[in-house]
């Protein structure tokens, strides 16, 4: 089928609806546009540009700044995106394709934690290859314009290049992005006022594309964390593993200690599972493995939400 027509549609909507005031989208600097795609996986796009993405910047304003940091300094500027995978892929890369990010895709997919549709993001809006991406966005509007329940991930890819303006798809790609976020809502899609519509085989029913998934209860995890002190200095260790690696944290246990004073429960939703976090005032005579870290000096190095949670809490008992 010729698509021809929803090209000329969505470039002409993209003209006058479309977000062209993101920083990200006035720039042709791959780096930059790295950064963006990298800080917008989970995360929105307001919370991004409010807090985020300049701050981020002014600390590591090009690639090179971040090969010659440690990750520690990294991960301290990540702090509060959450998924500091991220930031440790981002790290990573920097060592390995420092001074310049390359924009081929086939290039991009071979560095860490790029993946085929943050390859192809960078590469479609630094030098407007002629690619699809394939974002949360996008992947909803697939489903509906094509009247698919479900899709396997090859399938979605051959919807993407099926309908992918290839003559403009720095236009095409930035549009999709938009009309997936202001258009082709989850919930209440605005059909009458988007550029697909003449042709989108699900405009009767969009709901029922994709097929609703199940919700899952999320599982709730107790575990204990330890204040352990030394004078003005209290016992952290660097948290290893995936979730939150590279982080430092207060030392924990899965069952209570013997030789602790309970203080309080904190409660904190990661995206999978609910944490109940624990705190004890461990007076045991053999200390958990870990490094005795000043406590003035706790705003300085990278922890995640949860520790910030404990400490402003510590904080407002006079505790800490």
């Known amino acids: 089928m010729n698509y021809s027509d929803i090209h000329t549609d969505i470039g002409t909507w993209y003209e006058r609806c479309g977000r062209h005031d993101l920083p990200w989208r006035k720039t042709d600097d791959p780096y930059l546009i790295y950064i963006s795609e990298m800080m917008l996986q989970q995360t929105q796009v307001k919370t991004v540009l409010e807090r985020f993405y300049f701050p981020f910047l002014d600390r590591f304003p090009t690639l090179k700044s971040i090969a010659e940091a440690t990750l520690d300094d990294v991960l301290h500027a990540w702090q509060g995106l959450g998924y500091y995978r991220r930031a440790r892929y981002i790290h990573e890369t920097a060592r390995i394709a420092a001074p310049r990010l390359p924009t081929d895709p086939g290039e991009l997919v071979r560095l860490p934690g790029i993946g085929k549709s943050t390859a ?7 030098v407007h290859a002629p690619v699809p991406i394939l974002d949360a966005n996008v992947r909803r509007i697939l489903y509906r314009f094509f009247a698919r329940k479900k899709a396997t ?7 993407a290049e099926t309908l992918l303006d290839r003559e403009n798809p720095y236009t095409y790609n930035q549009a999709m992005m938009d009309i997936g976020a202001t258009v082709c809502l989850p919930k209440n899609p605005d059909c009458d006022t988007c550029p697909l519509e003449r042709k989108c085989l699900g405009r009767s029913a969009p709901q029922d594309y994709p097929a609703p998934k199940r919700a899952k209860n999320r599982p709730v995890k107790r575990r204990c964390y330890l204040l352990v002190e030394n004078g003005a200095k209290i016992l952290m260790r660097k948290r290893k593993g995936d979730l939150l690696g590279g982080l430092w944290e207060l030392p924990s246990t899965e069952t209570a200690p013997k030789e602790g004073e309970k203080l309080f429960e904190i409660v ?18 053999k200390n958990p493995e870990g490094e005795w870290i000043d406590v003035k000096e706790l705003h300085s190095i990278a922890t995640s939400s949860l520790e910030k949670k404990i400490f402003a809490r510590l904080q407002k008992l006079t505790l800490l």
Do not use: C, N, P
Request: charged content about 30%; proline content about 0%; glycine content about 4%.
């Open 120 to 126: 192809h993001a960078i590469a479609a809006f630094s």
């Open 153 to 159: 991930e090859k399938e979605l890819w051959q919807l």
């Open 268 to 285: 904190h939703d990661y995206t999978h599972f609910r944490r109940i976090a624990e705190l004890y005032r461990y007076r045991g005579k």
